[in-house]
């Protein structure tokens, strides 16, 4: 199976800030990586896909990049409304794998 | 704009058989992919599996023996059922469809989950 690592697990911030957050690959996955918001309570919600493509109706202050086994989600400015926890998944190969999460709180 | 709705038992005991349903409506469940995916109280995401809308499956090594995914075209219905459930098996139960690209495969949308509890 990939293993998938995201770091950190846990961050503060504040709003306005801007953050990044990183997920590796145990294996070259290509571009084959996606990135999932989930409020608690809620069902995720995709907000990339294919490492950095933008999904319909998200707001442009998400974004990805990185190919291989190095990706990063970068937000550029919170908001209130942002602070969940972040999953990154590979889709590269099954059985398909998450990280284990950033959690994202308010400092 | 799809929509996806899990149902089924909150509740079942050890030893015995997981059932849920994913309906799907606001769009056809023909010429997609469908997965299941589940949530530990707490805890991370774990892919159980695929089914296509033809018929063919892809299930996680890990639960392999004891997964069955189904779908009936005619009902828009994918169903899971999961085999000598233990406590372990307690999570929440999301359906979601598989869509994909050239270059990428991702789910899109969910479904809200349901809380499958294991216990006598």
């Known amino acids: 199976d990939i293993q998938m690592t995201q770091s950190p697990s846990s961050l503060s911030a504040s709003v306005r800030d801007r953050v990044t957050i990183t997920c590796r690959a145990s294996q070259n996955i290509g571009s084959y990586l996606n990135w999932y918001q989930q409020r608690p309570g809620k069902a995720p919600k995709l907000l990339i896909y294919?490492?950095?493509s933008l999904q319909s109706g998200v707001p442009s202050r998400f974004s990805g990049s990185g190919s291989g086994t190095h990706f990063t989600l970068t937000i550029s400015s919170l908001q209130p409304e942002d602070f969940a926890t972040y999953y990154c998944q590979q889709s590269y190969s099954t059985p398909y794998t998450f990280g284990q999460g950033t959690k994202l709180q308010i400092k | 704009q799809v929509q996806l709705q899990e149902s089924g038992p909150g509740l079942v005991k050890p030893s015995e058989t997981l059932s849920l349903t994913c309906t799907v409506s606001g769009g056809s469940i023909s010429s997609f992919y469908w997965s299941w995916i589940r949530q530990p109280p707490g805890k991370g995401l774990e892919w159980i599996g695929y089914?296509?809308?033809?018929?063919?499956?892809n299930y996680n090594p890990s639960l392999k023996s004891r997964v069955t995914i189904l779908v009936d075209t005619s009902k828009n219905h994918v169903s899971l059922k999961l085999s000598s459930v233990t406590a372990a098996d307690t999570a929440v139960y999301y359906c979601?469809?598989?869509?994909?690209?050239?270059?990428?495969?991702?789910?899109?949308?969910w479904g809200q989950g349901t809380l499958v509890t294991v216990s006598s």
């Open positions: 294919a490492a950095s």
């Open positions: 089914i296509s809308s033809s018929g063919s499956t």
């Open positions: 979601a469809r598989r869509l994909y690209s050239s270059s990428s495969r991702w789910f899109d949308p």
